[in-house]
C-alpha cells in the first residue's frame, strides 16, 4: 500500500485491485470478451481501458461512484470531510445517509490508501458519537496496524480519534495521551492537518475539567476565544466559558468565576436559552456555596429550578445542592418538606441512592442526633466521599470532608479531625 496515490492511473489502480483479490488478467480479459494480451498492454500504460470497460470493472470491483479518476478525488475528500462535520455536529441521521453513499471506497484500499484510511477513520468517529465503543475499537485496532505508513493527517486523527474513544470510555487520562500527540502533530505539520485547534483544546480542557485538574484545564480553555473569537452567543461557546468559570470557582477565585458567570447568564438571556440560563443560575449557587454564602446559594438554586424541566438530572442536582445550603443555615422546618419533595423525585433512581443517603447523614450529623452518629460518619467516610471522587464530583466530597471535621473538633475528636483535614488538603492539591 502506498499513501501517495493520488496521481494512479485507473488502469494501475485496476490492476492493483485486481492483484489484491488474487484475480489473474486472464480473468479480467473474460470479464471484458477480450484477450489477455490487451489487458497486459493496459496495464503496461500501453493503452487504455474503453469507457465501457471501466463501468463493467467499476461494478464487477464494487467500486461504482468511487473516486478512481485523478479529477475525482478532490470532490470525495471534501464529502469525507462534510460527513465528518455532520458526524460532529450529533447530526446522525445525516450522517448515516452520507455514510451509504460513501462505504464502497474501503474497496479502493490497495490502490488509495489516503481515501480509505479517511474514510476508515471518519467511520470510526460515527460509532463513537452513536456510543458504539466496540465497533469503533476495532476499527481503530485495524488501523493501528498500518500507523506506520499514515500521513501527518491520518496521524492527528487517529491519535484525535483514539481520544475520543478512551474519553467516551471514560479513560480520562488514556484520552489525554492520544489528545497530546493529537496536538503535537497539529503542531508540527501547519497547513496539513484540516482541522481546528479549538477542537483539539477543547477536548484537552474537558478531560482536564473532569479529571479536575483545574489549573491545566483553564490553560487551555483560556487558548479557546483566541481560536473561535467570533460566535459568543452560540449556546455551545457559553457551555466553554461556563466551563473555565467553573473551574475558577474550584480554586477559589470566586471574583473571576461570578464575573464570567453573569456574562454567560445574560447572553443565555440574549438567545432565550432555558437550559443555559438554569445552568447558568445554578453554577452561581454552587459559586456561593463553595464560599459559603449560602443564602444566596439557596437564592440562585431557587431561580435555577425555574429553568430547568421537573424529574431531569439538572433539576434534581439543583435541589440537592438547596437542601446542603439549607442544612448549614438550620433552616428545619422548610428542610423537611424539600426533603419529602427530593425523595418523591429520586426514589426510582438508582443513580441518587448516594445523594439521599449522604443528604440525611448530613442532617444526622449537624443536629448532633448522637444515636445516629457512628453510622453517619461510617456512610460517609466510605461511600459517599469514595463515590464523590470516583465521578470525579470532588467538590462534594471537599464538603464531605469539611462536614466531618466540623463534627469530629466538636466532638474532640482531633486524630479523625485531622484526618478529615488532610483529606480536604489532597482533594485542594489535586485539583490545583
Not at 470478451?33 to 470491483?61: C, M, P, W
Not at 443517603?357 to 444526622?364: D, H, K, S
Not at 449537624?366 to 453517619?376: D, M, P
Request: hydrophobic share 35%; charged share 30%; net charge neutral.
Amino acid at each position: 500500500m502506498n499513501p501517495d496515490n493520488g496521481t494512479l492511473s485507473i488502469a494501475q489502480k485496476f490492476k492493483l485491485l485486481r492483484e489484491d483479490r488474487g484475480i489473474t488478467q486472464a480473468q479480467i480479459a473474460e470479464l471484458l470478451s477480450t484477450n489477455q494480451g490487451k489487458i497486459s498492454r493496459i496495464e503496461q500504460g500501453k493503452e487504455e481501458y474503453a469507457d465501457f470497460d471501466v463501468k463493467t470493472l467499476r461494478k464487477h470491483f464494487d467500486v461504482v461512484g468511487m473516486p478512481l479518476e485523478v479529477g475525482e478525488r478532490k470532490d470525495f475528500r471534501e464529502k469525507l470531510y462534510y460527513w465528518r462535520d455532520l458526524i460532529r455536529a450529533r447530526e446522525i441521521e445525516k450522517a448515516r445517509k452520507i455514510y451509504e453513499e460513501v462505504k464502497n471506497v474501503a474497496n479502493l484500499k490497495p490502490c488509495d490508501f489516503d481515501l480509505y484510511t479517511l474514510y476508515r477513520l471518519f467511520e470510526a468517529l460515527l460509532y463513537i458519537a452513536e456510543n458504539n465503543v466496540f465497533t469503533a475499537g476495532d476499527i481503530l485496532g485495524d488501523l493501528r496496524g498500518v500507523i506506520g505508513i499514515m500521513t501527518p493527517e491520518h496521524k492527528y486523527y487517529f491519535d484525535f480519534h483514539m481520544g475520543s474513544f478512551y474519553a467516551t470510555a471514560n479513560s480520562l487520562e488514556e484520552a489525554l495521551v492520544y489528545y497530546r500527540k493529537a496536538l503535537d502533530t497539529m503542531k508540527g505539520n501547519t497547513g496539513i492537518v484540516s482541522d481546528s485547534e479549538d477542537r483539539i483544546y477543547e477536548n484537552l480542557a474537558i478531560c482536564y475539567t473532569d479529571l479536575e485538574q483545574i489549573s491545566r484545564a483553564i490553560i487551555f480553555l483560556k487558548e479557546l476565544p483566541k481560536t473561535t473569537p467570533k460566535n459568543r452567543m452560540k449556546p455551545h461557546r457559553i457551555g466553554i466559558d461556563m466551563m473555565l468559570a467553573i473551574n475558577y470557582y474550584k480554586i477559589g477565585e470566586y471574583k473571576e468565576a461570578e464575573k464570567i458567570l453573569q456574562d454567560c447568564l445574560s447572553r443565555s438571556r440574549g438567545i432565550d436559552n432555558e437550559l443555559y440560563i438554569g445552568l447558568s443560575l445554578q453554577n452561581l449557587g454552587i459559586l456561593h456555596r463553595h464560599s459559603e454564602n449560602w443564602e444566596k446559594a439557596i437564592e440562585y438554586f431557587e431561580k435555577a429550578f425555574n429553568h430547568f424541566e421537573k424529574n431531569t438530572h439538572h433539576h434534581a442536582w439543583a435541589l440537592y445542592l438547596k437542601i446542603c445550603c439549607m442544612i448549614e443555615t438550620t433552616k428545619l422546618n422548610a428542610l423537611e418538606r424539600e426533603l419529602i419533595e427530593i425523595t418523591k423525585a429520586l426514589e426510582d433512581n438508582d443513580n441518587y441512592v448516594i445523594f439521599l443517603e449522604t443528604l440525611r447523614y448530613t442532617i444526622y450529623l449537624n443536629r448532633s442526633i448522637s444515636r445516629y452518629n457512628v453510622t453517619a460518619v461510617e456512610y460517609i467516610e466510605n461511600v459517599s466521599i469514595p463515590h464523590f471522587i470516583k465521578t470525579n464530583s470532588r467538590l462534594e466530597a471537599l464538603h464531605c470532608y469539611k462536614l466531618l471535621e466540623r463534627h469530629f473538633i466538636r466532638n474532640k475528636q482531633q486524630k479523625k479531625s485531622l484526618e478529615a483535614n488532610r483529606g480536604m488538603l489532597e482533594i485542594r492539591e489535586r485539583m490545583m
